[in-house]
């Protein structure tokens, strides 16, 4: 059944992202020295320290997205460059590895991402044992921030359950999910410079630039065109990730409330 696209408040903003690219030290060369390490042993390493940053930033109302777990990526809008070297230091005490973090901030997500990457490795290589924590670049100043710097959509699949989990193999249902996710990470990070991360279940979070609800539209359709996945999204906008994230979530409740594909919240 068609859904239909419902009101909500939609205002000419710009964003004003700040991103921060968290990169493992010499995590390479530490893995296999003095000798190889147990697999299972660097999966927990990176998953504790996942979990860790995921609460040491949503402390302070970030969000942080694993990618490859050696490298993460960080929303910080509202942590300054103490409260990242708070972060960092945490990790000192807690791991055998350190982590440098890389701050920009845009209006557009992957310019931001882009522009932290390039401080990173001017620092020096991920590989380089002489480069430990590392903190570089300027947080966004208290004076040039708004409610309106982030925008975060959450995109869920419709009847995930129905459609894949109660009828599928696991693995093929997994693999369903994922081409959605790569298909709709590829059409933000193409049509719209935004970042999408999935995060778990049938959860992709994409940290936007100033998207118009047809945006999202045309988003959702062309990932059912391309892979047959089908969409809903509720989209958030604040001053930090931690609050346009939840309203992105209450605006998603909506869209399941209403048959709907896209809600922005109020």
């Not at 009847?159 to 994922?178: H, K, M, P, Q, V």
């Amino acid at each position: 059944m068609a859904r239909q696209i419902p009101g909500g408040v939609e205002l000419a903003v710009v964003t004003n992202t700040q991103v921060t690219l968290v990169q493992i030290d010499n995590y390479g060369p530490w893995t296999v020295t003095p000798e190889p390490r147990r697999e299972v042993d660097l999966q927990t390493l990176q998953s504790r320290l996942y979990a860790d940053l995921s609460q040491l930033f949503g402390n302070r109302e970030g969000y942080v997205f694993f990618t490859r777990f050696d490298n993460m990526v960080a929303v910080t809008n509202g942590l300054d460059g103490s409260a990242h070297a708070l972060i960092q230091e945490s990790v000192d005490n807690r791991y055998p590895v350190s982590v440098s973090l890389s701050i920009a901030v845009d209006p557009s997500p992957a310019e931001a991402l882009g522009v932290a990457t390039d401080r990173l490795q001017d620092a020096g290589s991920a590989q380089a044992s002489g480069r430990t924590a590392v903190l570089a670049g300027t947080p966004l100043a208290d004076a040039e921030r708004t409610d309106s710097d982030v925008q975060i959509a959450h995109f869920d699949v419709n009847d995930a359950t129905g459609t894949y989990t109660d009828r599928l193999n696991e693995f093929d249902s997994f693999i369903a999910i994922e081409q959605g996710y790569a298909e709709l990470m590829r059409y933000m990070r193409r049509a719209h410079d935004s970042l999408s991360f999935f995060v778990g279940g049938d959860n992709i979070i994409a940290v936007c630039s100033a998207i118009d609800r047809q945006g999202y539209a045309d988003a959702i359709a062309h990932v059912d065109e391309a892979v047959g996945v089908d969409l809903k999204a509720g989209v958030g906008r604040a001053g930090t990730a931690g609050t346009a994230g939840m309203a992105a979530k209450h605006a998603l409740e909506t869209c399941r409330e209403q048959n709907a594909d896209v809600t922005f919240a109020q």
